[in-house]
């Protein structure tokens, strides 16, 4: 059955049944695991679908074929799920939101904040697909996700319009909104002397978010693909494919996608969480992006540009009003590959390299930076420029093989002072497979190249694994095999 008759159904569905509940109802939700039900007698109830009970009355995602379809009452940002729900796999179907799925109270004042909020359990196998482009999933402050795919059985968050076979442009972005997830972790746009009253707003009215600890935990994304995200909620307001909005080192993130965003793939904004093992594929404008003081860790990120448009592979900021306010943005990220487009370009801002500015910090190992049509590596404004001068802000063991490889000379000179790093041309040996990290580099000549990899990272912190290549997939392993889409196409 076409999705799109599947949720009228099940709007008529949900209005008779809010209907015989006498008319409004204010959900508050108080059970949910619907892995099995038996309705209290013999016989099994093969309705797998989540729910949970409002005002004595089960509000119940509807049994469609192999699809399970949510009413549009079931989760709103107005009344959100307040209690555990579970979503299983279904073989062959997908649990279908036409509003999106929203998880833990919004609450506005940080002091209030329920830090036992509901857990949203999705498990391994599971798809999500979500039909009005402003649809999108927030985990609210307080609240967690568990999304535990596996290699085998990745998790998959997408547009109806995929599972209707309606997607026909390989290009095809901002069908649905992404996936928000609000945390309490530091931002230093808020007053750091009263971090416990700290209270933002997220893009695209996502939520608030903002607090005291970097160590919170906002659950477990593993094995997670993000398709056809990043609707435009307004002129230039469009929601990434994952937002980390202040979440904490507590959360684990490993083995993620984000393919075909409309606006970034990933964003931090503050925070502390940390990521590992992560593809962006296709993303319209940067792939990786943070600002707002965020000191999280990343290894092992692989991106790729669409051959029609992107902007850059990094965006990184401190705080665009204040380049020195602080906490800093003060990364670790190692084992980076970026690989541009030599034919994409999005107006006047072309598929680029790496951005640092407005005050970031950080420390850069182990990166390849290819094939861009913009400039490989660029440093802007003066306070990140003194960040690089006084070693805030390093590159190193680093390869970066472009036909534009810097923007300016400021650029060119801090990358080559540090005499572990290599720059070449875009006719240089670098990758092999697409994506993989080559076995041996060579120049436009053909003649080999030594480039040494950073690889007691374990030294520098205990997240990190020690490596003997550059680059984000090596010959020896190949992470990304058997559960990506749009590396090998």
Request: include cysteine; proline fraction near 3%.
């Amino acid at each position: 059955m076409n999705r799109t008759k599947a949720f009228a159904l099940s709007a008529l569905t949900a209005s008779l049944l809010l209907a015989g509940c006498g008319g409004d109802i204010n959900l508050t939700p108080t059970s949910n695991d619907n892995s099995t039900n038996n309705n209290g007698g013999g016989t099994v109830d093969t309705n797998n679908c989540a729910s949970y009970e409002s005002a004595g009355t089960e509000v119940r995602g509807e049994k469609i074929g192999a699809d399970c379809v949510y009413p549009r009452s079931f989760s709103t940002p107005e009344s959100p799920l307040l209690e555990d729900i579970r979503l299983v796999e279904l073989p062959g179907g997908a649990h279908i939101f036409p509003n999106g799925l929203y998880v833990g109270e919004n609450t506005e004042v940080t002091a209030d904040v329920n830090l036992d909020g509901p857990t949203l359990t999705i498990d391994a196998g599971a798809t999500l697909a979500f039909e009005d482009g402003d649809a999108f999933i927030r985990i609210a402050r307080g609240a967690n996700i568990m999304a535990d795919g596996n290699r085998n059985a990745p998790i998959t968050f997408t547009s109806v319009q995929e599972l209707d076979g309606l997607i026909t442009d390989p290009n095809a972005r901002g069908l649905w909104g992404g996936v928000v997830i609000n945390g309490l972790g530091i931002s230093n746009k808020c007053d750091q002397n009263d971090l416990a009253n700290c209270v933002l707003q997220g893009e695209g009215g996502a939520g608030f978010y903002g607090g005291d600890n970097n160590e919170d935990d906002s659950g477990l994304m593993r094995y997670v693909l993000v398709k056809y995200a990043g609707y435009e909620v307004s002129l230039d307001n469009e929601l990434n494919g994952i937002t980390f909005n202040t979440v904490g080192s507590g959360s684990t993130f490993e083995y993620i996608q984000v393919h075909n965003n409309l606006d970034d793939g990933i964003e931090f904004f503050g925070g502390a969480a940390n990521v590992k093992n992560v593809v962006l594929t296709g993303n319209d404008d940067d792939s990786l992006d943070w600002a707002d003081g965020w000191q999280g860790k990343i290894q092992y990120i692989l991106v790729k540009h669409a051959d029609d448009r992107a902007n850059r592979a990094i965006e990184a900021d401190g705080n665009s009003k204040n380049n020195d306010a602080t906490p800093y943005s003060n990364p670790i990220i190692a084992n980076f590959t970026s690989i541009g487009s030599l034919t994409a370009t999005d107006g006047s801002d072309e598929s680029e390299g790496v951005l640092l500015r407005q005050g970031t910090r950080g420390a850069l190992y182990n990166f390849i930076i290819t094939d861009a049509r913009g400039e490989c590596l660029e440093i802007d404004q003066d306070a990140t420029l003194a960040n690089a001068a006084n070693g805030d802000l390093t590159m190193s063991n680093s390869v970066i093989a472009c036909h534009e490889n810097f923007k300016d000379v400021d650029a060119q000179n801090w990358f080559q002072a540090d005499a572990t790093n290599v720059t070449l041309d875009e006719n240089a040996t670098t990758l092999m497979s697409g994506y993989v990290t080559a076995g041996e580099f060579k120049d436009a000549s053909g003649a080999p190249v030594t480039v040494t990899a950073k690889s007691d990272l374990s030294s520098i912190d205990p997240f990190f694994d020690d490596v003997d290549f550059v680059g984000a997939v090596s010959e020896d392993n190949d992470w990304t095999n058997g559960w990506t889409v749009g590396l090998r196409d």
